[in-house]
């Protein structure tokens, strides 16, 4: 008797159950997510600044999410949910651009009934030293559709049972549950994200902004839980006293003149209604000196501890986030709490 290979079948947690993992028993759902509205997947090869966030290995189920919040299988993962060698995978890639393979031309026409187009099937990139082919969640439905129901005799009652289970936008949540991944945290940098789009090459060549140069402490803002946006603007308070440090020290003298730049604020922004907003950009001679400033003065000197207390005050960020910032960036200044 020959050893078979064991069917990887996903079985969703329940409240009396651990979380997911993939076994040999299935559950069936009658009632399927809703679908994702229509976009493009875009998953071409070399994307700059696109890497893998998160990746983890459930029972042979290599699974992760990008930087752009997109979750993924592996190709051996989705080769193991469809029931087939990793092989046959591998050659829907490399056929991905033939539209005269019947089993592309179907693979394409379930993804488009998702409401997605792809230009190719997977996404490849280095990660730990290693080429990894990460199939974005929508692709890998539209597979397991064929494997489940297209395929003929070539069907695979793993790839139905498992796509029963993680239709819609359940194998998006199984992804990011699995991996740890809350997709809520993504959408905090939106806003911070759209202002650097407008404003990252607006300093002339030769000088530094303020703006560009706030990211530490907008990150650390965030990561604690900080709305950052129109009313929360910590580069202001940042150029202002840097300004003020600029004049009573007569930095000019030593590295040169300051200059205007135009800066803008996105419409989610009131502000915008003034653009362009002329703000101090300053020599790169003194980006050092600034830098030095910042965390000496600024940060570590109370300064962003005060901006901080106006802004929980106001009611515009919790305490909570307060100190969890104060934490990440001036760690040695919490003193422990006395009776």
């Not at 290979?5 to 559950?27: W, Y």
């Not at 060698?85 to 488009?112: C, F, V, Y």
């Not at 998702?114 to 539209?142: K, R, V």
Request: net charge neutral; charged share 20%; aromatic share 10%.
């Amino acid at each position: 008797m020959t050893d078979q290979k064991k069917p990887f079948i996903f079985v969703p947690a329940t409240s009396q159950k651990a979380p997911e993992e993939i076994s040999l028993s299935a559950n069936k759902i009658s009632v399927l997510a809703p679908k994702t509205p229509s976009k493009e997947i875009t998953p071409s090869q070399g994307v700059l600044h696109l890497g893998i966030e998160l990746n983890k290995d459930v029972n042979g189920i290599g699974m992760g999410v990008l930087s752009d919040g997109t979750p993924y299988l592996n190709q051996r993962g989705l080769a193991a949910l469809c029931g087939v060698q990793n092989a046959h995978i591998g050659t829907i890639s490399s056929q991905w651009d033939d539209e005269d393979k019947p089993r592309i031309k179907t693979i394409k026409s379930n993804l488009a009934k998702a409401g997605f187009t792809s230009a190719a099937a997977h996404i490849e990139l280095i990660h730990g030293g290693q080429i990894q082919f990460c199939y974005p969640a929508e692709i890998c439905l539209a597979v397991l559709e064929y494997y489940a129901f297209d395929a003929g005799a070539n069907c695979q009652p793993e790839a139905r049972d498992n796509f029963r289970l993680l239709a819609g936008s359940k194998l998006r949540e199984m992804i990011y549950s699995q991996v740890g991944y809350d997709p809520a945290h993504l959408k905090r940098f939106d806003k911070w994200h759209e202002r650097i789009g407008l404003n990252y090459q607006s300093a002339p060549k030769g000088f530094f902004h303020v703006f560009n140069e706030a990211h530490t402490v907008v990150y650390e803002l965030i990561v604690a839980g900080a709305d950052i946006g129109e009313k929360n603007v910590v580069d202001i308070s940042i150029g202002q006293h840097w300004s003020k440090h600029w004049t009573d020290n007569d930095l000019e003298a030593v590295y040169g003149s300051r200059a205007k730049y135009p800066h803008c604020y996105p419409d989610s922004h009131p502000q915008s209604k003034s653009n362009p907003q002329e703000s101090w950009c300053y020599p790169l001679a003194a980006l050092g000196a600034y830098r030095a400033w910042l965390q000496d003065v600024y940060i570590e000197g109370g300064k962003f501890s005060t901006y901080l207390k106006g802004k929980v005050s106001r009611g515009e960020i919790a305490p909570s986030v307060a100190q969890l910032a104060v934490t990440a960036l001036v760690p040695t200044l919490i003193a422990p709490a006395t009776q």
